[in-house]
């Protein structure tokens, strides 16, 4: 059974930093592609970061510069290093994990406050 697991979201000031972890139980880590999605409400969830299994990272325009997208193989563990938050970046944070199918977690909760 896979599940992902989120943490490390919390209220943070504007131009702070926070870094978000994902950990992924079962046997797909090292084969799947793993992300970070983002909703604010009322607006649809979108595409933040991707980390494919080579290791090269994608990024969303918006936050480009400013977050970094890595992964541990030996930890099964994704991250999202974010960097000069915005306003803007609040939202609920949810890892997403793709190979065959697309798992989901649960989301955890970021709040930066201008």
């Known amino acids: 059974q896979v599940q992902l697991v989120e943490s490390g979201g919390g209220l943070v000031q504007a131009g702070g930093s926070l870094r978000l972890s994902c950990a992924v139980s079962?046997?797909?880590?090292?084969?799947?592609?793993m992300g970070w999605y983002r909703q604010a409400p009322g607006k649809q969830r979108e595409l933040v970061a991707t980390?494919?299994?080579?290791?090269?990272?994608d990024y969303a325009d918006s936050v480009k510069g400013r977050f970094t997208i890595s992964r541990d193989n030996v930890k099964n563990t994704v991250y999202l290093q974010m960097n000069s938050l915005k306003s803007e970046d609040t939202g609920v944070y949810y890892c997403?994990?793709?190979?065959?199918?697309?798992?989901w977690g649960q989301g955890t909760q970021v709040t930066v406050s201008s």
């Open positions: 079962g046997n797909i880590f090292r084969s799947a592609t």
């Open positions: 980390i494919f299994p080579s290791g090269f990272p």
């Open positions: 997403n994990a793709q190979w065959g199918i697309t798992y």
